[in-house]
């Protein structure tokens, strides 16, 4: 898990909403980020100097980088900022996610470039 995930949860009636944020994302994988299940909304991913791609899982708690197959692939190119948004959420158990160098689910290796990641759940 990264040391730069933060997690903010706004538990009241009007805001029932978290915010999940790592501004330094490598290949080690962040699990289970929201501790509960809920509906991923917003993804937000920005990147520096090299092609990466997100990987995200909506099942499992715990990740093997190169082993576990995401659900989700966003492939985003250098300095770029990449904005998915789902209005009515896409539902998930577990949420957890990681960057690598190529869309292949056997990929372990870490691109150069961190990324800059913000995920909206409820």
Not at 16 to 33: C, E, F, G, M, Q
Not at 59 to 87: C, H, N, Q, W, Y
Request: charged share 15%.
């Amino acid at each position: 898990m990264s040391t730069n995930l933060k997690t903010a949860r706004f538990d009241t009636e009007t805001l029932t909403y978290k915010i999940v944020s790592d501004a330094a994302l490598r290949h080690a994988s962040n699990d289970d980020v929201t501790a509960s299940s809920g509906f991923l909304h917003s993804i937000t991913v920005a990147n520096g100097s090299n092609v990466g791609y997100l990987k995200i899982t909506l099942t499992e708690a715990t990740v093997v980088v190169g082993t576990t197959v995401p659900d989700i692939i966003i492939k985003v190119l250098a300095s770029t900022t990449v904005r998915v948004t789902m209005p009515s959420g896409v539902a998930f158990t577990k949420l957890s996610f990681w960057q690598t160098t190529t869309g292949a689910d056997s990929n372990n290796t870490s691109a150069a470039a961190q990324f800059d990641v913000t995920l909206v759940t409820t």
